[in-house]
Structures are given as structure tokens and as C-alpha cells.
């Protein structure tokens, strides 16, 4: 149906990265009251947006494209699948003369899977903290650690590593510690790997960088880092040319947060004088995704053998006025099984449901 692909053109920011979390899409039709086609809006757009703008609550007019790819009824299906093969649209509006929407083809009616995430042209070393004991997950991380607890198929960390894969990726170094001969014994199995493993061990808590001063010799070029317990649903590609092209040091990736209080505040001013009341405000965050890139450099700030998290690092970045930029995705693209009440939604988004 193609309302749950569309929104209104008087919608803003906030209300589409909401309404792709609800529909696990990252492009939508753009429609005027009459539901007519007007536009197209994707995820990437309303991260440049954000990323220059930082405005929730814009309207969407600020954020649309002058030009955007779409296919006429004169197109032929094979001019439709090369068109979304190059421009790599999860679909495509084919308008008639009148620019009215005629239909719209699927990336599976012609591929007959889903569309791939990554572009897979990377080819940067990836460090995949997984020395934690998963204390919130207790007590199934008292048989397995927490990058073998399942989702789907398969434990998450091995989507994660897959995930880089996917972008190019082949050499990894996992930081390890709790129950790291299980981890090894795991990924050792794995047959035919089309990826590198490089393992060193914590041999006490370092926090979640602190165990980065013991590769520093061995990373000499741009690196992503990732917690061993989230997926990000976001091409990898497009974080690094937001970090490239914008000169940072450190890049952290950030999923959109909004949060209702479901009460009525006041704002009291002196003598306990009420200055003003809000009906259940609402807020939106940027909160830390625990997917990072940094630049070689930085692990020459790490000191070695301390406990020191990257938000540490953060800091001292930025005392000296380094660059430190944050990609911001939608909230639906985060996926944690860190905790228990996270690990039954990432369930559910994968098929499944366990109950505790």
C-alpha cells in the first residue's frame, strides 16, 4: 500500500525518521494534502540535514532535493531495474505524463531479495570490544559470553563482524577477556572466513577504550570500533566519507531518541513561583550508539594498562579543540542486546521472542 510508504509534505524531521522506524524503510514518497506525488525523501537527506541543522522540528520542505530519480510509464522494466541497481533505491515511483504516481516497483520485485545494506568499497580495520562479563544479561552470560548470545541464527557478534564484511572489511581485532576461549573456539570453527582475527586479551577491566593502547602498534590507518552487543542498520560507507570529508578525528554514531513525559512539568521561578506548565513535553536526543572511527593518532592518547572509556578520549579530544563529529541514525537502525527489555525488541525484529 503505498500510504505506508508516504508522508505528507507537511510532516517534519521528527515525523520521518519516526515514520521509517514504522515502516523499516529508509525512503519515502513525499505527497501534498491531496495524497498527489511530490517528492522523495531518504534517510540520507535527513541526516545531512541534521547533521548541518541539528532541527527536530524543521519541515520538511527545508530538507527535500530539487532533483530526484524517478521512472516514467516510457521507462521499460529493464530501464527500472538498471536505474535502481545504480542509484541503489530500495524503490522506485514511475509517474505518467502528468507526473502523477502510476506505481511503484519494489527492489525485490526485481532482485527477489533485500536490498543490500553495505556498498562493500571499504577496507578499514575493525576493533570489536567484547571483553565485558554482560553483567545486565545475567544469568545467561554466566554459560556464554555476551557476543555469542544468539539473534536469529547466528551469535551477535558474528552479524557485526558480517556487517563490516559486507563493506569491505577483513581485518579484525577483538578485545577479549570473560570467557574469551569460548569466543575463540566459535569463530575458529567458522570454515572458509573471508576475514582476518587478531585477539588480545584484557587481563583486567580497561573500560571501553583502555584496551586499545595494546594494539597501537598495530593500526596505522582510519579503524572503526564497535561494542560487541549492538547492530547498526546503516552503510558503514557513508559514516566514513561523513568523517573523511569533514576532517574529523573521531566520528561517534548516534541514534535519534524521542522521549515523552507523560505528565504535566512546571517551570518554577523564584520564591517557587510558577513561571509556566507543559502538557506532557516531549524531547529528542542523540544518544551514543557505541559505533565509532577514529583516526590512528588518537591511540597515542589512550595510556596504557589504565581503566579509560572512548567517551574519555572524547573529552580530551576535545580540550584541545579537536574534531569530533556525530553521524546520527534513526532509531529503528540501533539494535542492542546489551539489556534484557533491548534483546526481546531486537528479537522480535529478527522473528523471534524468548521469554524469561
Not at 520521518?16 to 515502516?23: G, I, S, W
Not at 575463540?184 to 584484557?202: G, P, Q, R, V, W
Request: aromatic share 10%; charged share 25%.
Amino acid at each position: 500500500m503505498i500510504e505506508n510508504i508516504s508522508i505528507k509534505e507537511t510532516a517534519t524531521v521528527k515525523d520521518v525518521l519516526q515514520k521509517m522506524d514504522e515502516t523499516l524503510r529508509r525512503l519515502l514518497i513525499v505527497v501534498d494534502e491531496d495524497e498527489e506525488f511530490v517528492s522523495l525523501v531518504s534517510l540520507g537527506d535527513i541526516q545531512r540535514y541534521l547533521i548541518s541543522h541539528q532541527d527536530f522540528k524543521a519541515s520538511l520542505d527545508k530538507v527535500l532535493r530539487k532533483e530526484i530519480t524517478v521512472a516514467t510509464s516510457h521507462h521499460s522494466n529493464q530501464e527500472i531495474e538498471a536505474m535502481m541497481l545504480k542509484f541503489r533505491t530500495e524503490f522506485m515511483p514511475v509517474l505518467n505524463d502528468e507526473g502523477k504516481l502510476e506505481k511503484v516497483v519494489y527492489w525485490e520485485d526485481f532482485f527477489g531479495e533485500q536490498q543490500p545494506l553495505q556498498k562493500g568499497a571499504l577496507n578499514l580495520p575493525v576493533v570489536i570490544m567484547a571483553g565485558g562479563k554482560g553483567t545486565r544479561l545475567r544469568p545467561i552470560t554466566h554459560i556464554i559470553p555476551k557476543p555469542l548470545i544468539p539473534v536469529g541464527e547466528k551469535p551477535i557478534m558474528q552479524i557485526i563482524v558480517e556487517q563490516f564484511v559486507g563493506a569491505g572489511c577483513k581485518d579484525f581485532f577483538f578485545s577479549v577477556g570473560y570467557k574469551a576461549n569460548m569466543l575463540k573456539a566459535y569463530f575458529d570453527d567458522i570454515e572458509d572466513k573471508l576475514y582476518n582475527i587478531t585477539y588480545y586479551s584484557e587481563t583486567k577491566p580497561m573500560g571501553t577504550a583502555g584496551s586499545l593502547s595494546l594494539i597501537k602498534d598495530q593500526i596505522d590507518k582510519t579503524f572503526f570500533v564497535s561494542n560487541c552487543d549492538i547492530i547498526i542498520e546503516q552503510d558503514y560507507n557513508e559514516i566514513y566519507e561523513y568523517h573523511k570529508s569533514n576532517n574529523n578525528e573521531l566520528t561517534a554514531v548516534a541514534f535519534v531518541k524521542n522521549m515523552k513525559i507523560p505528565y504535566g512539568t512546571f517551570e518554577v521561578k523564584q520564591d517557587g513561583l510558577l513561571e509556566s506548565l507543559v502538557e506532557k513535553p516531549e524531547f529528542t536526543f542523540l544518544v551514543n550508539a557505541g559505533l565509532y572511527i577514529l583516526e590512528p593518532h588518537l591511540l597515542e592518547e589512550i595510556p596504557g594498562d589504565e581503566f579509560f572509556h572512548i567517551t574519555h578520549l572524547m573529552e580530551n579530544v576535545m580540550k584541545r579543540n579537536g574534531r569530533i563529529g556525530v553521524f546520527p541514525i534513526n532509531e529503528g537502525a540501533w539494535l542492542d542486546i546489551g539489556q534484557w527489555k533491548e534483546y526481546q525488541k531486537t528479537l522480535r525484529k529478527y522473528g523471534e521472542e524468548i521469554q524469561f
